[in-house]
């Protein structure tokens, strides 16, 4: 298994406060991670890795279930261990992020979670589904309408159009899939889809609830 990430560099890490001072070596710019993405995407794909979530890779014949069982969009997701964010009935949780509190919880016959959504809403469900089938990759359209009864190009015109101009998204016969651009800039992708959350915030605070999964 493999995984693709751009390096997020902390205030608090050595190597931050070297290359402050002026050591060490300097990080690429966006236009250069875009170009290693997309040399090591076309790389592993042509070296018998397929694609199982975005920026993440297996070797075909020998790949995790993980991906597709948390990331499907569709159903319930039981999440266990400390940090796991799950959804059950609706509602969207986080288990309790610290060690302690999580066997405490667990010892007193207690659920340990940390934090809950609200319930969902229909048309916030259709969006979990885009969003999280974007995630790995791709949405199928047969079977979003077989979940739902209705088109994802019905639903979500705009924020297809969006996408697609962008040069984040292309139409294939049977689904929705991430160009090499897409899949680079998941994030943001999801993000477009998730209109009901995310309406009238500022793009940075849109960057902010993704990166530390809180809603505005």
């Known amino acids: 298994h493999i995984s ?39 790389y592993l794909l042509s070296h018998g890795y397929v694609l ?9 014949g020998r790949t995790v279930r993980f991906w597709e069982n948390t990331y499907d969009g569709y159903g319930p997701n039981l999440a266990l261990g400390v940090s796991g964010f799950g959804y059950l009935g609706g509602y969207c949780y986080q288990n309790e992020s610290r ?25 916030q469900l259709l969006e979990r589904a885009l969003a999280m089938g974007l995630r790995r990759g791709s949405v199928s359209k047969a079977r979003f309408q077989q979940a739902f009864g209705e088109e994802i190009a019905v639903v979500f015109a705009g924020v297809i159009d969006r996408l697609t101009r962008r040069g984040l998204l292309r139409e294939t016969p049977d ?28 793009p ?12 505005p």
């Open 4 to 42: 693709l990430y751009r390096l997020t560099l902390f205030a608090y890490t050595k190597m931050y406060r070297d290359m402050a001072r002026g050591g060490g070596e300097r990080l690429p710019n966006e236009e250069q991670c875009r170009e290693l993405f997309r040399m090591a995407h076309r």
């Open 52 to 60: 199982q979530s975005a920026q993440e890779y297996g070797k075909q």
């Open 99 to 123: 060690v302690e509190d999580y066997i405490r919880s667990v010892r007193e016959g207690k659920l340990p979670v940390e934090r809950m959504s609200r319930r969902i809403t229909h048309p």
């Open 175 to 202: 689904a929705y899939e991430l160009t090499e651009d897409g899949l680079f800039f998941q994030g943001d992708a999801s993000v477009e889809c998730m209109e009901s959350v995310f309406r009238g915030v500022s």
């Open 204 to 215: 940075l605070k849109k960057k902010w609830c993704i990166g530390s999964h809180t809603m």
